[in-house]
């Protein structure tokens, strides 16, 4: 339990962190995915561009902008979300293994 809660105070330093200095390269700052997005949150449509095939990747990331706006956070909510869940996951199977699995 002391690791997965370690991990997720790494995981919120780094949101912090990211969102307070290093904001955008890639999520917020990548027009046609931010494009992509903003199209599916305002009009419902998916363009038909690569990233209208990655849908496991923008029906959160679209989900989360209409709850946080197309914002750096709304773009990176889901990623992190899924990070965490990950992290706990692996610490927890861990600690029921007894130390015998997971990274």
């Known amino acids: 339990m002391a690791t997965a809660l370690s991990s997720i105070l790494v995981v919120v330093m ?12 890639g999520l917020g700052d990548d027009a046609l995915l931010r494009y992509d997005i903003w199209n599916v949150v305002r009009s419902g ?3 038909f561009t690569p990233n209208g095939y990655r849908f496991t990747w923008w029906i ?25 869940l990950g992290w706990s996951s692996c610490a927890s199977l861990r600690d029921a293994c007894g130390g015998a699995a997971g990274p």
């Open 14 to 25: 780094a949101v912090v962190l990211r969102l307070r200095y290093f904001s955008g390269l």
């Open 45 to 47: 449509h998916v363009n």
């Open 60 to 84: 959160p990331t679209a989900l989360s902008c209409r709850l946080l706006g197309l914002t750096e956070a709304g773009l990176i909510a889901p990623i992190v979300a899924f990070d965490v």
